[in-house]
């Protein structure tokens, strides 16, 4: 059994069998974890709805845990349980296999494989279109940015994905989530990074999202938990 924890906004907990994967924790209720559990906490990059310091209290809790953070990240974590790695990278630790791509704003994006699954968050990888830029400075430059990224894992098996879907771009808010549902092959996407929810329930009226509509976690309130039966 997987359990996937909305904690708030960007952030995500990843209950697996023996590892728990928490992203970009910025608020909301942490779960209570089997202390016997692994626990790997990655955040994409320093904004401060990506990165809180509190992250490093959890130490004090949990034995087990290790945190993996972008290279902005000035903060030091707990000794010896702390990485800072930079886009491109390979980092191995337990039976994690991660691999980050970079991020088309600050930071980077993660490719986390736990045994037979992988995981992908996104951070702020996103197709940044925004109608007020310039195209020829701004805005064509980023969709070549964009696609340059989702190109790096278009042949990966992505069985559970987390990756923006911006309010604040308005009818281009689909973008990025879009293209990068038709050009990876992706099982299950979250939405996140919304600034409310209404756009989820537009974007699942529209009908870009038709092919893979059914793959759309209708994410809708910070504590939610989703469920998923492992394959054997």
Not at 26 to 39: A, C, E, R, S, T
Not at 49 to 63: L, M, R, S, V
Not at 132 to 137: L, P, S, V, Y
Request: hydrophobic share 35%; with cysteine; charged share 30%.
């Amino acid at each position: 059994m997987i359990k996937i924890t909305y904690l708030e906004h960007s952030g995500f907990a990843v209950e697996c069998d023996d590892y728990v994967l928490i992203f970009d924790y910025y608020k909301g209720n942490l779960p209570q974890f089997d202390k016997d559990k692994k626990i790997c906490v990655f955040a994409s990059h320093v904004h401060y709805d990506h990165f809180k310091k509190k992250i490093f209290t959890w130490a004090e809790e949990y034995e087990n845990i290790h945190y993996i953070l972008s290279d902005d990240i000035e903060a030091a974590g707990p000794k010896d349980q702390t990485e800072h790695i930079g886009a491109d990278a390979d980092f191995n630790i337990w039976d994690l296999r991660i691999h980050t791509l970079k991020s088309t704003d600050e930071g980077v994006a993660f490719l986390v494989r736990v045994k037979e699954k992988t995981f992908f968050h996104a951070g702020d990888l996103n197709w940044w279109y925004w109608e007020e830029e310039d195209d020829e400075t701004w805005n064509e430059p980023m969709r070549q940015a964009y696609q340059k990224e989702i190109a790096k894992i278009e042949s990966e098996e992505i069985d559970y994905a987390f990756f923006p879907l911006d309010s604040r771009q308005g009818e281009e808010s689909v973008l990025g989530i879009n293209y990068f549902m038709r050009h990876t092959n992706t099982k299950i996407v979250f939405p996140m990074h919304m600034w409310g929810y209404d756009i989820l329930d537009k974007f699942l009226k529209n009908s870009v999202s038709e092919p893979y509509r059914e793959r759309i976690m209708k994410v809708k309130e910070p504590g939610q938990s989703f469920y998923f039966e492992e394959e054997r």
